[in-house]
């Protein structure tokens, strides 16, 4: 399609959109008395306009019920993750059994680590990426540090090329290669979230097993926004925050995968709790811990109802938009038509003011594009603030715009790209 930096291309496309109504269903912050054009849904996803009514139903159901709640009422809090079980599974592309909601983000990298990072030997290394999210980087150092190992020894950063910003899965691969059986755990990040790339998974998967390690994958910027197949790709664990993508609210629920094939390994190690003990007879207190099947076995603390509540409301949203195709096709076409509006603007401009870093191929990417500015980033980035623009800053110079398909429109985009050549011309011919 021949795509067009012109008001009327973008209504005319939003008017073809068959998620366009699902925008109703949030509830967008406001700038002075404007409603923000938000694109930072790749740091906390809008709030879901049901989200009051789950939490009031389930202050309802603690005031009615009490401790009965968790057996008596409509949804007994008891088994109340194994719906949103059903509703996580194929947002990642796993079996029921192999996701559960439990906890925030960071601690289940850290539980997952305890059963999956198990040095031996000389096989003691974790392989990352260069660059992750710094959460990912102080859990990795600190578990290695826990098992006795110095981090500098222990940890292996695959790094981009000289020159270059996205990492090559021919080089992510030789690295694996290289240090073959040295390495215990590969565990990167789905999606970076500082450049947006999505990594092969598939094939650094494949080659993190033909060398005989374990391999994980954080999800937290690639859940929701890619379809991720993680049976099939053979993956041995994962985790994600809700709060992203998947706008569940902040400091919402996480989800784990553990790979079936794990199911009945007695020798990876837990760091166990009472809620992840057989469910029918969790309540018999005995001593000597025996698991639950599956994932929920890696549960340790009672269910959070409150936070699953809202990440089940969420769930249900996507579900009825259609994940895997539906809401991707509309966001591979709104990350595009923004990349093709800010390349129109840099033309313009003739002067190599934005260099976007995220792949060109939209295989390789979900929603965000991190668009390096050369001049004056941080002023040009509040110039968009103040054109009611609500993106998000990195420094030193990266400005991250994650058009999420659920609730943003192609006007959304036209008006970004619109203020971003307004505030920019403003402030390069008065710097
Ligand atoms: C957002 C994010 C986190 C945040 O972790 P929390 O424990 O939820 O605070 C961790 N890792 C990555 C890769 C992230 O993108």
Not at 187 to 192: A, E, P, Q, S, T
Not at 213 to 239: E, I, Q, R, S, T
Request: charged share 25%.
């Amino acid at each position: 399609m021949k795509l067009e930096n012109t008001l009327a291309f973008a209504k005319e496309q939003d008017e073809k959109d068959e998620l366009k109504h699902f925008r109703d269903q949030f509830l967008f912050p406001k700038y002075q008395d404007k409603f923000f054009i938000y694109l930072c849904g790749n740091s906390l996803g809008l709030q879901p306009k049901v989200a009051k009514e789950v939490i009031n139903s389930q202050l309802d159901n603690w005031a009615n019920l009490a401790v009965e709640g968790w057996f008596d009422g409509e949804e007994p809090w008891m088994y109340y993750h194994k719906e949103l079980k059903k509703l996580m599974a194929p947002i990642v592309g796993a079996l029921p059994s192999e996701v559960c909601p439990m906890n925030t983000l960071t601690v289940n990298l850290h539980l997952l680590m305890i059963s999956f990072y198990q040095p031996q030997g000389k096989r003691f290394k974790i392989i990352m990426e260069g660059g992750a999210f710094p959460s990912d980087q102080y859990a990795i150092e600190s578990q290695v540090r826990f098992h006795g190992f110095d981090p500098s020894d222990a940890i292996i950063e695959v790094f981009p090329r000289e020159g270059e910003e996205i990492l090559r899965t021919e080089d992510i691969v030789a690295k694996i290669k290289e240090h073959g059986d040295e390495i215990a755990l590969l565990l990167f990040g789905g999606i970076n979230y500082y450049t947006g790339q999505w990594y092969d998974m598939e094939n650094i998967t494949k080659a993190g097993h033909s060398i005989g390690a374990m391999v994980g994958w954080d999800l937290a910027h690639a859940a929701g926004n890619v379809p991720v197949k993680l049976h099939d790709w053979n993956v041995d664990f994962a985790c994600w925050c809700s709060y992203k993508y998947q706008n569940a609210g902040p400091g919402g629920i996480s989800g784990i995968f553990v790979h079936e094939k794990h199911f009945e390994n007695k020798a990876l190690n837990r760091f166990a709790g009472w809620w992840g003990y057989q469910e029918n007879k969790r309540f018999k207190m005995e001593k000597g811990f025996v698991p639950e099947a599956g994932a929920d076995g890696w549960q340790v603390s009672c269910t959070q109802v409150m936070p699953m509540a809202l990440y089940h409301a969420s769930l249900q949203i996507f579900k009825e938009a259609g994940f895997l195709n539906t809401l991707r096709n509309k966001s591979i076409s709104l990350t595009s038509y923004l990349e093709f509006v800010v390349n129109e603007l840099n033309i313009e401009l003739e002067k190599e003011q934005y260099k976007i870093i995220t792949p060109k191929n939209s295989a390789e990417r979900g929603a965000q594009l991190s668009i390096i500015a050369a001049r004056n980033g941080k002023e040009i980035f509040d110039g968009l603030l103040a054109h009611g623009i609500l993106g998000d800053w990195r420094e030193p110079n990266v400005i991250r715009l994650s058009p999420v398909p659920l609730y943003n429109s192609f006007e959304d985009i036209y008006q970004t790209g619109k203020a971003l050549s307004e505030v920019t011309r403003k402030i390069l011919t008065t710097a």
